[in-house]
């Protein structure tokens, strides 16, 4: 349900047993000292803003089977250091994981076709990142204030997005979409492009 542990400041950790099918809305806001939680197969929605600043966070595992993550569920997760997301992710929400400023990597699985708006906004410690074959939308500001970022990379065989030492492309190198914040010294955009993004 939603809110159901919200505010729980003092609740250090939490096994959800198997009969429980989703997460509501908020279900744990603010529950700064909350350091791990046990979210089991039977789950097959967490809700938007489930882990909204839950500051203590330092990992989570996503089950098997689940298929996205809502816009602002691990906002402001300032510990998470970790994440493993399953195979069988397909999009990343809105600001889902944004201000996870202790996130240093994260593995997006081939699964994954859309990673919306701000999704790692203020990922501060995030240093590359790998954008998998099958992803067909990115929005351009999926990786605002990541400012340690240096690259963006690619996997081949992406029909629709390509990198350039460690720039983000389209795919036929006509549009320039996001160069990572920590990127130095010299770079060449190359002639086929004729259009740089927002």
Do not use: H
């Amino acid at each position: 349900s939603g809110y159901a542990f919200s505010y729980c400041t003092s609740l250090y950790s939490i096994t959800i047993p198997n009969s429980v099918k989703s997460i509501g809305n908020y279900a744990f806001e603010y529950c700064s000292s909350l350091l791990s939680i046990t979210i089991p197969g039977s789950i097959s929605a967490i809700n938007g803003y489930a882990f909204w600043f839950c500051t203590s966070l330092t990992s989570i595992t996503i089950p098997s089977g689940y298929s996205f993550i809502n816009s602002y569920t691990f906002y402001g997760c300032s510990s998470l250091t970790s994440i493993t997301l399953p195979s069988s992710i397909t999009s990343i929400g809105a600001n889902a994981f944004s201000q996870c400023s202790s996130l240093v990597s994260i593995t997006i699985p081939t699964s994954v076709t859309f990673i919306d708006n701000f999704a790692f906004r203020g990922c501060t410690s995030l240093v590359s990142i790998t954008i998998p074959s099958n992803v067909k939308s990115i929005r351009w500001t999926a990786f605002d204030g990541c400012t340690s970022l240096t690259s963006i990379n690619v996997e081949a065989g992406n029909p629709n997005y390509t990198s350039l030492d460690g720039v983000l492309y389209d795919k036929n190198l006509t549009q320039a979409i996001r160069c990572p914040a920590k990127k130095t010294g010299m770079l060449v955009i190359p002639i086929s492009v004729t259009s740089i993004g927002s």
